[in-house]
């Protein structure tokens, strides 16, 4: 059976202050870019029969960089709400609520459009997106399945995958550009690489 290739969108002006980013639809920087097309050599060799992308801007251009064809849009894929806390760094946050953590603690509450999540909520989607992902490449057992999308979503997704709570998606770091792959052996679950990236064919940001 095929793998899940996970792929996180490229840099953003947020990712670079590090402001919690969900809904807040942000352009990739220039540097972005430069991250997403160097995606495109990390799937060589790979058949991609079934791309699914979150619906933000950043996720679709990357998608579109790293030479994925035919992508689509799945809203589950949408990164962790933050509610209250978007567009917050983990440090102003924690002037009022030290030792804050977003996988133990969760978030503030936000507007109607836009409440928040706790990690089991995000777990569900995951939950949804798996499913989705597993029935492909059953249907097509020499296929993978790409999922784009972002740093929270993809590290909750993964500890489902694995069979743990959303929670222990901390365990995970995952950085802007990066692919990871989900696969098995002997029908477990496991990481069959995570975080690579060609970081040192992309020229580093000025400033």
């Known amino acids: 059976m ?10 953003t002006a947020w990712t670079l202050t590090g402001q919690h980013t969900s809904h807040t639809d942000l352009p990739l920087t220039e540097h972005g870019e430069a991250q997403a097309r160097a995606v495109a050599p990390l799937l060589a060799g790979h058949r991609i029969g079934l791309t699914l992308v979150s619906p933000t801007a950043r996720a679709r ?16 894929l949408s990164e962790w709400d933050y509610g209250g806390y978007e ?62 999308a972002h740093s929270h979503f993809l590290r909750v997704l993964t500890a489902r995958y694995l069979g743990l709570p959303a929670s222990a998606g901390a365990l995970f770091l995952l950085g802007t550009g990066a692919v990871s792959r989900l696969g098995t052996e002997h029908g477990r679950p496991v990481i069959t690489a995570w975080n690579a990236t060609l970081a040192q064919s992309v020229p580093a940001p000025v400033g």
């Open 61 to 76: 251009r990357t998608a579109e960089l790293a030479g994925l064809t035919a992508p689509q849009v799945r809203p589950d």
């Open 87 to 148: 567009g917050v760094t983990t440090p102003e946050i924690q002037r009022e609520r030290p030792d804050w953590n977003l996988w133990t603690d969760g978030v503030a509450a936000g507007p109607a459009a836009h409440p928040g999540e706790s990690a089991e909520q995000v777990g569900e989607r995951a939950d949804r997106v798996l499913a989705e992902a597993r029935a492909a490449l059953k249907a097509s057992e020499d296929s993978d399945v790409a999922l784009v």
């Open 2 to 11: 095929g793998e899940l290739i996970l792929i996180r969108h490229g840099e």
